[in-house]
């Protein structure tokens, strides 16, 4: 009743492209600030992009220019379109969001997580 449900991971080759998709689920009202996070094998978490309330973005070095993360307030959701991908890209990504739940209350959430794994 209360998640971020992840989609959009997969395999493909280096200069490929992805998007990522984490949906709130049914009983979150809005989504203030949100962001995306990697985590590869054998390495701490790391932040990817965020998007504030008012849809401002800042990127890891590591992903300028190769990813954009984007909000629609209407459905809820938060994305990630990833281009030009590299096999250093491979990992667990998850969203996190700042949402919103009736009666104005607030709380910070994590999506399942869904796995990026790009060949060389």
């Known amino acids: 009743q209360l998640q971020l449900v992840e989609s959009g991971g997969g395999l493909v080759q280096a200069g490929g492209s992805l998007r990522l998709s984490c949906a709130g689920s049914g009983s979150i009202v809005s989504i203030n600030s949100a962001g995306w996070y990697r985590q590869a094998p054998g390495k701490q978490r790391e932040v990817v992009a965020v998007?504030?309330?008012?849809?401002?973005?800042n990127y890891a070095d590591s992903v300028k220019g190769r990813f954009t993360i984007s909000r629609d307030n209407a459905k809820k959701s938060v994305y990630l379109q990833m281009n030009s991908l590299k096999p250093e890209d491979t990992a667990v990504y998850y969203c996190n969001a700042d949402i919103i739940l009736p009666f104005g209350r607030s709380f910070e959430v994590w999506g399942q997580g869904t796995l990026v794994t790009v060949s060389s």
């Open positions: 998007i504030t309330s008012g849809g401002s973005t």
